[in-house]
């Protein structure tokens, strides 16, 4: 896959040559080309910004470097043979950055990075390549950074783990919390490793039962905990026909009921409240 960074900022990229997407590139499985916006500027200022039609606090990134970079960019591509790229553009108000979306940007062999400082990018650039490109506008939470770069950061390592080849277990992401499949919408749970007692504290027993039956079961328990304490707004949308009786039970116990329109709500919420 190849990965192009557009961005007044190339050293906040760095940490893109270490640990797994580092990896990952030195083994040639990522081609990660980071590029620096002002090149693209033809004053003495190297001007990326500049202030906002119609009044209103802070600066907006001029459109003709932006332009001149994602041409650019573009081309070189195209000059090896690839086909178009998906435009991922970071900014508090795009959509949600979510396990789904990486899965698709990670089927995709060339994405470009258009991260924004300042109020964001003047909005026609995002216009004239969403007529030629697939544009994704994502936001990685509900707060607001300094700048896209960050965002490039997370989403590219979210990406990168999913490529073919690049996380060394194969299996290692069919239990993540969010992958499609066996847990699906819930959080996993609690994980040891060795030594069995660390500080006066022990493991649970049943993960050296050696009951794998007893162990799948006591995993998805902590995953329901978990999720029921932590997002409960995934256990108010999971399908009850995607649960057994024992997953029920254990939903009951922590004070879910299934509601009659489907779905599960709190018990007695409004005495709670
Ligand atoms: N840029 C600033 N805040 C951001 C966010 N929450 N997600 C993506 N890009 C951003």
Known sequence: MRLDVVTIFPEYLEPLNVSLVGKARTR????????????????RHNTVDDTPYGGGPGMVMKPEPWGEALDSVLASGEAEGLAAPVLV????????FTQELAVELAERPWLV??????????????????????????????????GGEAAVL???????RLLPGVLGNAESHRDDSFAPGAMAD?????????????RGRDIPEVLVSGHHGKIAR????????????????LIERCDPAALDKHDRKTLAELGWEELPGGGFGRRDRAVEE
Do not use: C, M
């Open 28 to 43: 040639g499985q990522l081609d990660v080309r980071v590029h620096d916006l002002r090149s693209w500027t033809h004053d």
């Open 89 to 96: 553009v970071p900014t508090p108000s795009g959509r949600p």
């Open 113 to 146: 990075f258009a991260p924004a400082r300042y109020e964001g990018i003047d909005r026609r650039v995002i216009e004239e390549y969403g007529e030629r490109l697939e544009v994704h506008e994502v936001s990685i939470g509900d707060y607001v950074l300094a």
């Open 154 to 160: 997370v989403i590219t390592e979210a990406v990168a």
């Open 186 to 198: 819930l959080l996993e749970g609690p994980v040891y490793t060795k030594p069995p007692e660390w």
């Open 218 to 233: 006591w995993r998805r328990d902590e995953a329901f905990r978990r999720t029921s304490a932590n997002r409960p707004d």
